[in-house]
């Protein structure tokens, strides 16, 4: 509180002076005293208290950790459950046969992703009918953009869609049961490692003839690239007939 030096003489007793300038002085009271260190301690009192009540919480938190938890799962499997069902309900998804053999029947499958992001009826149905003895394996053939990758693609996500649980994208599917599904798609390198396209390529189908089994669904796309002609037939045919 500044005062003139002419109000001196009107300064009350509780005043307590504070500084002393050319034509005036300046006070302060007991009560400004503590609304200052209510002001300048108020932050570190604050961060005390709520780490004080984050402490508590956190104790009886650690009481409740397995309900917790026991809850968190339930919830998730309400929300996974749910959300297969509304998906299934909206896009008109039916639900699947599955079998202990290799057949896989599907009809009328669609892609589930690319059929989401074009307009009704845009997405051409298609049939599925692999696995019998005399017809294990099938070789799609095609021009750019026909579909190919789609086609497949749509199959190993039906095959997993239909083994985990949910409603598929199709009028009818009867499926055998995979252990694993091997993909080979697409063109992609690593430099930086010294893999180029066709390095990666071919560690990829290394590994899939390493580890498929007569139960496992296999989908190969463009096997060969970065070759001739030639040796990328040869590749395909030999893993084909492998």
Do not use: W
């Not at 030096?5 to 300046?26: A, F, G, H, M």
């Not at 397995?66 to 339930?74: G, P, R, S, V």
């Not at 598929?168 to 010294?194: L, M």
């Amino acid at each position: 509180i500044e005062i003139t030096k002419s109000n001196l003489d009107k300064v009350p007793e509780t005043y307590i002076r504070k500084q002393t300038l050319k034509n005036q002085e300046r006070y302060t009271t007991e009560k400004l005293e503590e609304l200052s260190s209510l002001i300048l301690n108020g932050k570190d009192q604050v961060n005390d208290i709520e780490y004080q009540l984050f402490n508590e919480i956190r104790d009886i938190l650690l009481e409740k950790t397995l309900m917790l938890q026991a809850l968190a799962k339930m919830i998730a499997n309400i929300d996974c459950l749910n959300t297969l069902a509304r998906v299934a309900n909206f896009n008109n998804y039916i639900r699947p046969v599955l079998n202990n053999g290799n057949k896989i029947i599907i009809k009328d499958g669609r892609h589930p992703v690319i059929e989401s992001k074009l307009k009704e009826n845009e997405f051409i149905a298609n049939d599925t009918d692999i696995g019998e003895d005399d017809n294990l394996i099938q070789i799609i053939t095609g021009p750019n953009m026909a579909g190919k990758s789609t086609y497949m693609r749509q199959m190993a996500i039906i095959i997993i869609l239909a083994q985990m649980g949910s409603f598929v994208p199709a009028s009818y599917a009867d499926i055998g049961i995979c252990d694993k599904v091997f993909s080979r798609i697409g063109a992609s390198d690593n430099i930086s490692k010294g893999e180029s396209t066709f390095m990666l390529e071919m560690n990829e189908v290394s590994n899939i003839l390493k580890n498929a089994t007569p139960k496992s669904f296999v989908i190969l796309d463009e096997v060969g690239r970065g070759t001739s002609s030639d040796d990328g037939l040869s590749i395909a045919m030999a893993l084909v007939k492998y």
